[in-house]
């Protein structure tokens, strides 16, 4: 009976040591959100508030996003016509993670140019 | 009894020996060792069944999965979006594009390509089985192969209870019910995200670690050349 019990706990630990380590990130409803986002139009609205509150909870607690956050809150904004409060969160991408520099430096001049354009 | 415990053991030996995989130093991805990506690009999922939302549901599991191995991953609505404002809407579509030419796009490391060749719940006597199956490939931006893998995961709320030996007609009731749930509300996602972890953390095919992963430079370092000593 003591080496059955013994066998499990041996077992327990092992399992434990092969839990990968997680990176920490903060995720918020992310992943829940972006499926609602992606099947129900009638929830983007409810969404991008959602994301907003979520990144503000994140800075208020001095807590990073996980990677790719902070420019979809961005993608979201734009889509809601707000360009300008969208390049801040693109600039906070690029800030945050330098793989995407590329990217949203890409992103913010063109929509800094749009803007230009549009006289605004 | 004594079954018992010697399951225990192997049980014991084969968990301990699915960790030991960090002592192996055959290269199992040579070409990942080669260019240690430091982010991916996941591009909308090509979908072969018939449930129009197939594509979009495995779209949304597979940041987190990649970000948690250590990867920037690149957001996947910017990128559709993106996609889209370059005329780009449909996933097939996407994944004829060069490789190189999307990777160059976006200044990703490699692109993650994703099919789902089942997705389907059916039901069969008094049971209902959830199917899931899908494939994934890893591209360096140069284009050669990275790391693939396909996996099949599928489930029934019957399986594994003893609803049917419980007493004939209460048991059928019961199961039927549950089936009839299963088939109304399919357990699509969970499946889902069982199959990103067999893929990229658990199982046979685990992808080596991102830049944001604590073994990565360890996992690396298992690979390197010694210095030669050439004359």
Known sequence: MKSRVAGIVA??????????????????????????????PE???????????????CERLDLTPAPGLYAEVGTLLLLDGRREQAIDFYAKERDTWPESEYLMTTIISNLEKEAANAGN | M???????????????AG???????????????????RSILVVPVVNNSVDVNASTSVLSTLPKVLAERGYYVFPVNTVKTLLEYEG????????????TELA?????????????HKWAAEYILVNTRTTVELEYTLVARTGEDLWSAR?????????????????????????????????????YMPLTRKANTEVFETGATVIPPGPYAPDYDTYYQKFEQPESTAP
């Open chain 1, 11 to 40: 077992l327990v630990f092992s399992l434990c040591g092969c839990v990968t380590t997680q990176g920490g990130y903060q995720w918020g409803n992310y992943e829940q959100d972006l499926y609602d986002y992606l099947h129900s």
């Open chain 1, 43 to 57: 929830q983007k609205k409810r969404v991008v508030e959602n994301q907003l509150a979520f990144i503000a909870r």
């Open chain 2, 2 to 16: 004594q079954a018992i415990k010697l399951l225990c053991c192997v049980a014991v030996f084969l968990m301990l």
């Open chain 2, 19 to 37: 960790c030991a995989n960090t002592g192996v130093r055959e290269d199992k991805y040579p070409a990942m060792t080669a260019l240690k990506p």
């Open chain 2, 88 to 99: 780009l809407y449909e996933p097939a579509e996407i994944h004829r594009e060069q490789v």
């Open chain 2, 104 to 116: 160059e796009l976006f200044g990703a490391d490699a692109v993650l390509y994703v099919t789902v």
């Open chain 2, 151 to 187: 996996k099949r995961v599928s489930y029934s709320p019957n399986e594994g209870n003893d609803y049917l030996g419980k007493s004939g007609l209460e048991g059928l009731l019961v199961s039927a019910v549950a089936a009839a749930f299963e088939r109304a509300d399919p357990n």
